[in-house]
């Protein structure tokens, strides 16, 4: 498995400088089309993402803190709880209601130290989904703080790469799974009409 992470880092990164590095597998996470596949968020397993080349927060978060520490960078996780519901005005009218009945979402993302700074760095919505207004970090400079793809309810949480399994990863019920499934099938939908 850490075979495809390295051939995917020295194929996004060769001949650039570490700047350019951080951005070129920045822009290459963010542009995974996102999905909610509750298998991926094990860190054992995430790498799997690439060969399916789809994955949600946690999944592209191990992934780019993975790839970071490979650029000789210090990475934390962060980790927000939001409410999904909270794109209720964007959801259509089938996950409106399930999204108000969804527990406590957990997002992942990475705080990296950038020059001495801890930068806020999210990959986690790919471009497509901008056009419905979902917030998508387009451009990163590769050492200002980029945006949150939630409102937090709390203070954030950190953690260090070796603590991931103190993270709460959730295991999906039956009308999770059914939420996850509806919100990937809407994403695919509005990717496929929105590149027509």
Request: net charge negative; hydrophobic share 40%.
């Amino acid at each position: 498995m850490a075979d495809i992470v390295e051939v995917k880092l020295r194929e996004w990164t060769q001949g650039k400088s570490s700047g350019e590095a951080r951005v070129a597998v920045f822009n290459r996470i963010r542009d995974i089309p996102y999905a909610v596949i509750p298998e991926l968020n094990d860190p054992k397993q995430y790498v799997k993402m690439l060969e399916l080349n789809r994955g949600s927060c946690t999944p592209k978060h191990f992934l780019l803190c993975n790839m970071f520490q490979k650029l000789g960078l210090q990475v934390l996780y962060a980790v927000y709880n939001y409410r999904w519901d909270e794109f209720e005005d964007l959801y259509p009218p089938e996950l409106r209601k399930a999204a108000r009945e969804m527990p406590l979402g957990s997002h992942l993302a990475c705080k990296v130290d950038i020059n001495g700074k801890l930068v806020l760095v999210d990959a986690t919505l790919d471009p497509a989904l901008a056009l419905v207004g979902l917030p998508v970090n387009k451009e990163w400079d590769g050492i200002s703080d980029t945006l949150l793809p939630v409102e937090p309810i709390d203070e954030e949480q950190l953690y260090y790469p070796t603590e991931a399994n103190l993270m709460q990863i959730q295991q999906p019920d039956e009308n999770t799974m059914a939420f996850y499934n509806g919100l990937n099938a809407w994403m695919d939908l509005l990717r496929d009409t929105g590149q027509k």
